[in-house]
């Protein structure tokens, strides 16, 4: 279903449009034949109006008497008396007055076109023919043939050339017929490009989201990438197709009838298009108008949705601070606004349509004035008019449909740039020239970080120099408080981010050296958010590796201590794991640690549960986190300090900063940031 | 649907009145349209009319086509007031019946579908007024005054009509069959695809941990397709309906002409007459039918959506309301107390009890502690003071008084909320502190920067470009969660409250500012009274008297010190945050 977008501005509109049009390329051949498909169409419609015409004229041509053949049965008639009276004494004053015999005497039977109509018949004609006025015909002259003597209506009786008609009927019905067969034809072509160049955007955009660096997510919100996906390229499936289809089929009808209007008669074609152009001035502004409100109509309705969110989400405050008259009020003023914009923009947008239809009534107007004026003077015959009648439709119709086409045409630009915009996103660098790896089963374990300095912001250098050596199957817990930039190390690690100087190894190896799949190849990664796809507890654990037995996830399962929790579900590793069920957010993270279990890594890195977990659960999972880091280097990220006191290292982070580094006895002994957190907890 | 319209007020009422005899007006203009047309028509075909005669004519015609356009042009004016007027209206009433809501029925709907109801669904509405309403009256009025034109003036032709109209309602009714559900499918695949694509984003770092992009993008390909497979056949379905549209309507003119000739030649000489002014007539008032029916089948495609959203509006519109107002406004003669008397709650629908048999009494200035594991109740027992929730059996009494007695306002005049996510409004930082209305002055700047100060957010709110002038983006994107907290509680200081209640409010924050924060607020409300729920055994440990919960039931009440000794549920929490050896230092 179309959707009621308001066209929004655009910058580059004819950039964009291009660039749509160029990325339709894989179907320029369905696209081609379905545009001829649509010319063919339209040229049909331009010319059914004249074969139409000519079946009206065949019938109307049935309904006029042979008057010719009146002609010469008058003139047989009227020739015979004539001579017949020749030389009688008295002069024939009135026909009808005389007697029979006389009457008899006076005609002679004569024959048109083989029928024979004898003196009786005729005397009837006379009798009726005289109770003519001079200048009366048509439908009196109608009425008095049905009163004429069979022999004469034969003769006279208007003959409907059936033979004719079928023809003409045969050709118009063939027009209609192959007009809505292209059309057909054409609509499905059309749908397949549409709906498929749509699903290819999407494919696009999906497969874009994984090339982007982190930094991208962490400054966009979720909601606008999924508004691209769903939104935007919806908008511009469903109107692209139908929208080029419009542009053409109408494109061809507005020229069309221009071409013919001209070659037809040139000054009735300036009388057609002067009425024409008055309208179409007055609907340009109208739409210029209503296009502003429709912006400004979008601005409102998102003002409205911003502050319905943030008090109907903020509603307990907004209860318990009484704020309810301050928000109503508010929440007036932008919907009176609303309103306002409602009023005006539906409403110039709605008399787009009268207006366009009474330009086509004025144009037919103008032309039968000017017609009948020129047709006065001779210069043209009545068949033009009627010619011209059916032009001004074909004319005005097809324009107030490309006038929409290009409005809707901007709302597709602009959800096309939007689209554009997100394609055009820099990408993570390209590391398919890298030669060297690290096989992950024979990897020692060792990490070294070698004076790193990193930013997010070029400019503000956040780890100034920061050097440390790890040895394999160490711990080193990263502690600080919340915000603190604690997975920024995770980011440096897993290559998420580039780090702006200095260098960090892996084995030996720079990690600048390494492709980011084959680190991540080298690492088990369990974060806080518990993510979970919506699937089953199988699909989930497995994720993306191949070849694992549901042994093995057993086997893990009970490692973790979550095997228990999958028995009493009623699917067991079927169960579906989605938003709104009954795992808790605890054995949620439970799953998580079992999943980065499944294949054996040497790196570890491990973002504490925190509060939200029940006591119990938690145990839980602070023991299955202790099993996973047996035997691998970890990095945990703590949020209770009395978990890392065994630590080998322990970094103490504060906005961004690693401030102090060394191990929980050196830290304590220093007094210095991290005794100050460690011993907060105790004070009042 | 109708429920709905029954908000309709007189004055719009009145509005549709004139838009109905403004239609039937405009379409008995438009139907004289023709007559002119074909009057010009002959005047043209015929030798010797004079200019004035066809002047006459294109005159009254332009007459009739100025007449129909001011009409169309006033039944879009009304319109457009009228579905305006009404989406204000609806919009105002959804939005001042949910901001009477309690939390029970803020949850039964959920926030997001709330917000939905209020702009889309009256969207939807608007929609249908404003095209649906003169679609509504022109098309019968259009059908029915075309059928008078044409009525018992000719079976054969009449019999083409009909089956021109049964062939196009057909078409259209099976069109909108096989449409219709796929469409509520859309709709489910659309949500799932934006599932899919939340899920990749949401856990991108996931994703590229286990190199696993080739396996997400495969289950958005999933989807994709599905959801592409349902939007063909519904394009392909409505691209086969303009195509026979037009073969019908073509067909059935081609065939009225058909028809009246074969008629004509087998009739009278009046007769033929009689009938090719009936074939003029039928191909165009028989059009007029057609083109109604179409009218008609637009709506009722339109119509579901706009009864869905209807029925959604109307749910919201007469749920009731679970927390009522009472009256009391008066003095109390104690201050800064509460009570809980042998109080359980329940959410209406469930069976199991989420607080049970809880009594206490805090007195003023005291500090009031709750712990517990989560689902223990807490948060639940705390929200049963502002009334955001109503005890189902027993009372609670604020100052003496039971809370179900007070004006609400009253009642929240006591009171400084805060609760566990730190809600942030739009505007400026002075706005967010000042926030609300306590029955007093709005609290001045010094007010605001002195409650700031307390609540440790001096430093930041002076650190930023326009200080406390400084604006605060849409829910608060532009400062960190331990800042919106800090700014949170410093709104429930501006107010003096009796009665502080913070739930789960320190989460945010760390442990040094969380103990500064608390220490300083205990000397700058020294009389006031403080109910605080928890998860750091720090956060409370030093409070006048400690609640242990446990699956809603109290299982320990006393300081820490006693608890430590007396209640094993805190003992173990405890435990699980602390050493022993750290419990004993503390």
């Known amino acids: ?684 | 649907m109708i429920k709905l319209f029954s908000n309709l007020s007189r004055k719009d009422l009145f509005i549709i009145i004139a838009v109905i005899s403004l239609v039937v007006f405009s379409v008995f203009l438009d139907l004289r349209l023709p007559e002119y047309m074909s009057e010009i028509t002959k005047l043209v075909q015929t030798e010797g009319s004079t200019m004035n005669e066809i002047l006459t004519s294109g005159g009254h015609m332009i007459l009739c086509a100025v007449g129909s356009l001011i009409c169309t042009i006033c039944v879009g004016y009304l319109t457009s007031l009228l579905s305006a007027r009404f989406s204000r209206k609806i919009r105002r009433l959804i939005f001042e019946k949910v901001e009477s809501f309690g939390i029970t029925e803020i949850k039964k709907f959920s926030t997001s579908s709330l917000i939905t109801r209020t702009t889309n669904d009256v969207t939807q509405i608007e929609g249908l007024l404003s095209m649906g309403v003169p679609l509504l009256v022109k098309a019968p009025v259009m059908a029915i005054w075309a059928l008078l034109k044409i009525i018992g003036k000719s079976k054969e032709l009449s019999l083409i009509t009909a089956i021109g109209v049964v062939i196009i309602v057909v078409t259209n009714l099976t069109i909108i069959s096989i449409v219709a559900p796929r469409f509520a499918k859309i709709q489910k695949l659309t949500d799932k695809l934006n599932g899919v694509t939340r899920e990749s984003i949401t856990g991108i770092r996931v994703i590229h941990a286990f190199n696993a992009e080739k396996h997400a993008e495969k289950r958005f390909n999933k989807v994709n397709e599905e959801l592409t497979g349902i939007h063909l056949t519904i394009t392909k379905t409505f691209a086969l309906m303009d195509p026979i549209m037009n073969f019908v309507m073509h067909f059935q003119h081609l065939g009225i002409y058909v028809l009246g000739a074969i008629l004509i030649i087998n009739a009278g000489m009046m007769e033929k007459i009689n009938i090719f002014s009936n074939m003029v007539v039928f191909s165009s008032y028989g059009m007029q039918v057609i083109m109604s029916f179409l009218m008609l089948t637009f709506i009722f495609m339109i119509l579901p959506r706009a009864q869905v959203s209807s029925k959604r509006i109307n749910e919201v519109l007469s749920s009731d309301i679970s927390v009522k107002s009472g009256t009391f406004r008066g003095k109390t003669k104690d201050s800064g107390t509460v009570e809980f008397r042998d109080v359980s709650f329940k959410y209406p629908d469930a069976d199991e009890y989420l607080l049970k048999h809880i009594s206490f009494k805090v007195e003023k200035g005291e500090t009031i502690a709750f712990i517990g594991s989560t689902g223990s109740g807490k948060s639940t027992l705390i929200n049963l003071v502002p009334r955001l929730y109503d005890a189902t059996e027993g009372e609670v009494y604020v100052d003496g008084v039971n809370v179900k007695e007070y004006d609400l306002k009253e009642l929240n005049n006591r009171i400084g909320y805060i609760p566990q996510t730190a809600v942030m409004f739009t505007g400026t930082v002075e706005e967010n502190v000042a926030y609300g209305d306590n029955g007093k002055k709005k609290p001045t700047l010094e007010k605001v920067k002195e409650a700031i100060k307390v609540a440790q957010g001096k430093k930041f709110i002076e650190d930023m470009e326009d200080s406390y002038k400084s604006h605060i983006a849409r829910g608060g994107t532009n400062i960190s969660g331990g800042q919106k907290q800090r700014l949170s509680i410093a709104r429930a200081i501006a107010r003096d409250p009796e009665i502080y209640i913070f739930d789960d409010s320190f989460s945010a924050l760390d442990y040094q500012t969380d103990a500064k924060l608390r220490r300083e607020l205990k000397k700058y409300t020294k009389d006031a009274t403080s109910m605080i729920v928890a998860q750091r055994i720090g956060t409370i440990i030093n409070a006048d008297k400690i609640i242990v919960l446990d699956k809603g039931e109290c299982v320990g009440m006393g300081t820490h010190k006693e608890l430590l000794k007396s209640c094993e549920v805190y003992k173990e929490i405890a435990l699980s945050q602390l050493s022993e050896e750290e419990l004993n230092n503390a």
């Open chain 1, 1 to 684: 279903m179309p959707r009621d977008r308001a066209p929004e501005k655009v910058k580059d509109l004819k950039g964009t449009l291009l660039r749509l049009f160029k990325n339709l390329n894989k179907w320029r051949y369905m696209m081609i034949v379905a545009a001829i498909l649509a010319m063919i169409a339209a040229m049909l419609s331009t010319i059914a109006p004249n074969k139409l015409a000519d079946v009206t004229d065949v019938i109307t041509e049935g309904l006029k008497p042979n008057t010719e053949n009146i002609k010469k049965v008058s003139e047989k008639i009227y020739g015979n008396i004539l001579i017949n009276s020749a030389g009688k004494e008295y002069i024939i004053l009135d026909f009808n007055d005389l007697p029979y015999e006389k009457k008899i005497e006076l005609l002679d039977p004569i024959t048109i076109d083989g029928v024979d109509i004898s003196e009786d018949d005729q005397i009837k004609y006379i009798s009726i023919a005289s109770t003519m006025k001079e200048d009366e015909m048509s439908e009196d002259l109608l009425i008095k043939l049905d009163e004429m003597p069979n022999s004469i209506k034969k003769v006279i009786e208007p003959k409907l050339d059936m033979n004719e008609l079928k023809y003409r009927a045969i050709i118009l019905g063939i027009i209609y017929l192959l007009n809505s067969l292209f059309g057909l034809c054409e609509g499905l072509l059309m749908a397949y490009v549409g709906i498929g160049y749509s699903k290819n955007l999407r494919k696009g955009i999906s497969k874009k989201i994984n090339k982007l660096p982190l930094k991208y997510f962490d400054n966009h919100e979720t909601g606008d990438v999924l508004s691209r996906v769903t939104n935007d390229v919806d908008t511009i499936g469903i109107n692209m197709s139908d929208n080029i289809t419009s542009l053409i089929t109408n494109v061809t009808l507005f020229l069309g009838s221009i071409i013919m209007m001209f070659v037809t008669n040139w000054i009735m074609a300036f009388t057609a298009i002067a009425a024409s152009i008055i309208g179409f001035i007055i609907s340009f502004i109208l739409l210029k108008k209503s296009q502003k409100y429709f912006v400004e109509r979008q601005k409102q309705l998102g003002d409205l949705n911003g502050h319905i969110e943030e008090i109907f989400s903020g509603h307990n405050v907004v209860k318990a601070y009484n704020g309810e008259e301050e928000a109503l009020k508010e929440f007036d003023r932008i919907n009176n606004n609303l309103y306002n914009c409602n009023r005006k923009s539906q409403f110039l947008s709605g008399i787009m349509q009268p207006i366009m239809h009474f330009i086509g009534n004025f144009g037919y107007v103008a032309v039968c004035v000017v017609g009948s004026l020129l047709v006065m003077n001779n210069m043209t015959t009545f068949g033009t008019i009627v010619a011209f009648m059916i032009y001004v439709r074909l004319f005005t119709n097809p324009l107030s449909r490309i006038a929409q086409a290009l409005t809707t045409m901007q709302s597709i630009a602009a959800a096309g740039e939007r689209v554009f915009e997100f394609m055009d996103e820099e990408e993570v660098s390209d590391e398919s020239h890298m030669k060297e790896k690290i096989n992950k089963k024979k990897a020692i374990g060792n990490i070294e970080f070698k004076n790193v300095k990193f930013g997010y912001d070029e400019n503000k250098t956040i780890i100034k120099d920061f050097s440390a050596n790890v040895k394999a199957g160490q711990k080193i817990a990263i502690v600080g408080p919340t915000g603190a930039g604690k997975t920024t190390m995770v980011n440096l690690l897993m290559k998420f981010y580039e780090i702006n100087d200095g260098d960090i190894l892996i084995d030996g190896k720079s990690i600048k050296e390494l492709s980011r799949e084959n680190i991540h190849d080298l690492f088990i990664m369990v974060l806080q958010d518990t993510w979970l796809f919506e699937g089953t507890i199988r699909d989930n654990l497995k994720f993306n590796r191949s070849g694992v037995t549901d042994e093995k996830i057993w086997d893990i399962c009970k490692t973790v201590g979550v095997d228990h929790f999958i028995k009493t579900l009623p699917g067991g590793l079927d169960s579906m794991v989605g938003d709104n069920d009954s795992i808790s957010s605890g054995q949620k993270q439970l799953l998580t640690i079992a999943r980065g279990m499944i294949e054996d890594e040497p790196f570890l890195i491990l973002d504490e549960a925190t509060s939200n977990v029940d006591t119990r659960t938690e145990e839980l999972v602070q023991k299955a986190m202790d099993k996973l880091t047996v035997g691998r280097t970890s990095f945990i990220i703590a949020h209770r300090l009395s978990t890392i006191k065994n630590a080998d290292l322990i970094l103490v982070m504060n906005e961004g900063n690693i401030v102090e580094q060394g191990t929980h006895e050196e830290l304590l002994k220093k007094n210095g940031f991290y005794s100050k957190l460690y011993n907060s907890q105790f004070q009042q």
